[in-house]
């Protein structure tokens, strides 16, 4: 199984095995302290500079080590993620938001309560197998925040 952490010398994604007490990055050979075996991590974006932190989750707050800003860590589970209904870009956001603009395409996902795009339902009120298109659109005003990251949770770009 494998873990991802920040590197400490250029802020890259690093995916290490489970396990490990160091993790040296290819890209600028810094070598990062893994957390020990056990320890949850979550991840925010800083609200100073917009880079992504890693931190051990129950953090009520977290110290951006780029801008400085001490930002307020959300509650445990509070941030769910969907793709994109219109170019399937992964989108992160608030969990409970009804829907989640995508800052890529500036499509509108609906979203249900456990993150996930609605199940479609027949005329007489029974769920169906077959999935039917989002009931999204497209709109250019958003009531909701919008984070966008990339497969190895680079942020792409971030709206509100």
């Known amino acids: ?77 509070q941030i769910a993620h969907v793709n994109c209904a219109n170019c399937g870009t992964m989108l992160m956001y608030p969990y409970g938001a009804p829907s989640v603009k995508c800052a890529v395409c500036l499509y509108i996902t609906n979203v249900n309560t456990n993150g996930r795009v609605p199940a479609p339902v027949q005329p007489n009120g029974t769920a169906t197998s077959t999935l039917i298109p989002s009931m999204s659109t497209e709109t250019p005003h958003s009531y909701n925040q919008t984070v966008v990251d990339d497969e190895s949770g680079k942020l792409l770009s971030s709206s509100s």
């Open 1 to 77: 199984m494998q873990s991802q952490i920040v590197c400490s010398g250029c802020r890259s994604i690093l995916v290490y095995p489970k396990g490990a007490s160091n993790v040296c990055c290819v890209l600028c050979n810094a070598v990062t302290s893994a957390p020990p075996p056990g320890m949850e991590i979550t991840q925010l974006i800083c609200g100073g500079c917009r880079t992504l932190l890693m931190h051990t989750r129950g953090a009520a707050k977290v110290k951006c080590t780029c801008c400085h800003t001490v930002n307020l860590a959300p509650v445990a589970n």
